[in-house]
């Protein structure tokens, strides 16, 4: 499994692209090294800083006719990562 998951693209993190810098979800034991490693051979920028958070799981609960179901979402390690002036990334070129 790669570093990488998948792109952040909410509106959030999109307010921030416009000073460099771009979500990513990445797996939980990358460390940042890791990080800027693949965004760099993937999206082919320079990347300055590398920024984690490891966003914790949350209960969660719902009534249905059967009675209550319980359950967990896992936890999701995120990067926010700041690339170079001039370098952008585009995550809608493909479509």
Do not use: C, H, W
């Not at 979500?23 to 051979?41: H, T």
């Amino acid at each position: 499994m790669g570093v990488l998951i998948k792109p952040l693209v909410t509106e959030k993190v999109s307010a921030m692209n416009e000073s460099g810098k771009y979500g990513f979800e990445v797996s939980r034991d990358a460390n940042k090294v890791q990080i800027k490693a693949e965004v760099e051979k993937t999206y082919g920028v320079t990347v300055e800083s590398v920024n984690t958070m490891v966003q914790a799981g949350k209960s969660k609960s719902r009534y249905t006719k059967s009675g209550v179901i319980e359950g967990r979402k896992p936890a999701v390690k995120k990067a926010i990562v700041k690339v170079a002036e001039g370098d952008i990334i585009d995550f809608y070129s493909g479509i």
